[in-house]
């Protein structure tokens, strides 16, 4: 590739991303960790170096730093920049670490996941254990203990002390807290797979793939949506850029 063409794509993916940036943020695009594409209820915002919580909007720009509180029926989802999907559940306690590229805090509640992008990672640090999802759909759950679901691809779940267990689709496993070890991966019960997920409908994801630069890890996503009081099935076919 020509050097002038190289210089070409760079500006045009520059300036796609900052188009996602609120007021204040463009200067930043580089350092945007995610963008946030869905709120419902009470969702606050909590800037790196700023004490004072705001309410999270939508097409929020997060940084390294920024931190995502959830009260009582709240839920939101972001993009992140690697090209995965989480969506946070109510009373959760969700930040983005500095220097940390994929990886995301977990200090209490639930978070759901799934790859969106080609190559696409996520790291999840709760106060147990640490979740490498590669894969499309899993579930973290931290409580007074941590539940990990896979629905889709695999998790490796590491605890403080260095022990791993491997998460298939379909498989849970728990961690009783900060001293102990993941338990042996037992398969889920109907009863055990949630639902909570499918309450959050992200409008036009394959918009914000394209704004952050990113390749569809397929051409269609496949996404539940609630349509006359029953959830349903889709495809959502997602054009390249």
Known sequence: MKTF?????????AFA???????????????????????????????SGSPEPVELKLN???????AIKTGPGAKASLVTKGGAEIRI???SDFSI????R???????GQVWSRMLSKMAKLNVRTPSAVCAVRGTEADIEQKEILTVKVYEGHVDLTGNQGKTQS????????????????????????????????????????????????EPAD????????????AKDVEIKLKKK
């Open 97 to 100: 670490p500095v220097k940390k």
């Open 167 to 214: 998460l298939r689709a379909g498989q849970i496993s728990t961690v009783a807290g900060a001293g102990s070890a993941p338990a042996a991966p037992r398969q889920m019960t109907a009863g055990e797979q949630g639902k909570w997920q499918d309450g959050i409908d992200v409008k036009d994801i394959g918009k914000y793939l394209n704004q952050l630069g990113l």
């Open 219 to 230: 051409k269609k996503v496949r996404m539940k949506i609630n349509k006359d009081g029953q």
């Open 17 to 47: 991303v900052s188009a996602l940036l609120p007021a204040g943020y463009a200067a930043a695009a580089e350092k945007m960790a995610a963008v946030v594409v869905f709120v419902e209820g009470d969702a606050k915002l909590v800037r």
């Open 89 to 91: 559940n109510e009373n």
């Open 102 to 108: 994929n990886f995301f805090n977990l200090g209490g």
């Open 5 to 13: 063409d190289k210089i070409a794509l760079a500006l045009a993916a």
């Open 60 to 66: 929020e720009a997060l940084q390294e730093g920024d």
